[in-house]
């Protein structure tokens, strides 16, 4: 596993501490491993994601009907 030493503010230091206290992690590492993959899975483009190309080819085997207009849309919703 890589080792980095990273500099923090004292602000993004607190984050880590709460992050680590509220999930009862043992060390800042496990804090900021936390952080990373909530960030990955909140703002990372779907598209990075490995499962998302799983996804597409779901999508792309799905049933689907060929409809002419808008109305024809709404007709059936209503």
């Known amino acids: 596993m ?33 952080i990373v993959l909530a960030y990955e899975q909140e703002i990372l483009d779907p598209a990075l994601r490995p499962e998302f190309g799983a996804d597409l080819q779901r999508i792309r085997r799905g049933k689907f009907r060929r409809m ?11």
Do not use: F, T, W, Y
């Open 68 to 78: 002419k207009s808008l109305e024809e849309v709404l007709g059936e919703s209503r």
């Open 2 to 34: 890589p080792k980095a030493v990273v500099e923090l503010s004292e602000h993004a230091n607190r984050v880590v501490n709460v992050v680590k206290a509220r999930d009862g992690l043992k060390g800042k590492s496990e804090a900021i491993e936390s």
